[in-house]
């Protein structure tokens, strides 16, 4: 038995309506104008022909985020004295040896705890061309991960260590806080609008930048999720 609330990834929620799993609480969705008042696309995770089955109740979208002051520091700024950033993955190991030759800190990272590192590549890899998998003649999904797209990329992620040299030597150690004592210009993340750092860490709110993912040969690629609301049934 389901319990009267429960909470699930946005990846999951069609499962769990397409099962009969899910209450219908569209009547309250719209008394309470919750419908109106969550961002349109995350309520469409919770949506089946017209009916909500849910309430979304945090989201993210992956992106990038900048020590401004390292940029500032080497000089990567643009007309009016404002840091640039990096449109693409190869002006982010460019920058990135820029910082590193000017002030010493590493110029980029991937957080390589709880398994993150896994999750944050799938944006590079999609940026260089990837499939993960596809259907095959039988209809059946079939791992198509060993191409020459993947071995690209991840040449390019060895590049960053034994080419251009500007990841941390340490790839456990912890990008937030490298980030946040300004150790680290450039860091990919879930939500690079959230600021663990400025708590934790004591970097200045106004050295703190976020952006787009960078892009890649086959363009910019990113991922977004977040967790919904669902209720039992009875």
């Given amino acids: 038995m389901l319990p009267t609330i429960?909470?699930?990834?946005?990846?999951?929620?069609?499962?769990i309506i397409n099962s009969g799993y899910a209450r219908d609480v569209t009547e309250i969705c719209k008394e309470y104008n919750v419908d109106k008042g969550i961002n349109e696309f995350a309520m469409s995770v919770a949506e089946k022909d017209g009916t909500f089955y849910g309430v979304p109740y945090s989201g993210y979208i992956m992106g990038m985020k900048y020590n401004a002051k390292l940029f500032i520091d080497a000089g990567l700024i643009d007309e009016e004295g404002r840091p640039t950033y990096p449109k693409t993955w190869e002006e982010v190991a460019l920058m990135s040896q820029i910082i590193?030759?000017?002030?010493?800190?590493?110029?980029?990272?991937?957080?390589?705890?709880d398994g993150a590192d896994?999750?944050?590549?799938?944006?590079?890899?999609?940026?260089?061309?990837?499939e993960f998998e596809k259907k095959d003649k039988s209809d059946k999904w079939k791992a198509t991960f060993n191409s020459p797209e993947m071995i690209e990329a991840?040449?390019?992620?060895s590049d960053l260590k034994w080419k251009y040299d500007i990841i941390p030597s340490d790839f456990s150690a912890?990008?937030?806080?490298?980030?946040?004592?300004g150790q680290l210009a450039m860091k990919e993340g879930l939500d690079a609008g959230s600021t663990p750092e400025l708590q934790a860490?004591?970097?200045?709110?106004?050295?703190?930048?976020?952006?787009p993912v960078p892009s890649g040969p086959y363009g910019r690629f990113s991922q977004y999720g977040g967790e919904v609301y669902m209720f039992s049934l009875n």
């Fill in 6 to 15: 429960y909470s699930v990834p946005y990846t999951e929620s069609a499962k």
């Fill in 100 to 113: 590193k030759e000017k002030t010493g800190a590493y110029g980029f990272s991937f957080e390589t705890n």
């Fill in 118 to 130: 896994a999750f944050q590549f799938l944006a590079l890899a999609y940026s260089y061309g990837v």
């Fill in 154 to 157: 991840m040449q390019f992620l």
């Fill in 174 to 181: 912890d990008t937030d806080e490298l980030f946040g004592i």
């Fill in 201 to 211: 860490y004591g970097i200045g709110k106004d050295d703190i930048g976020c952006g």
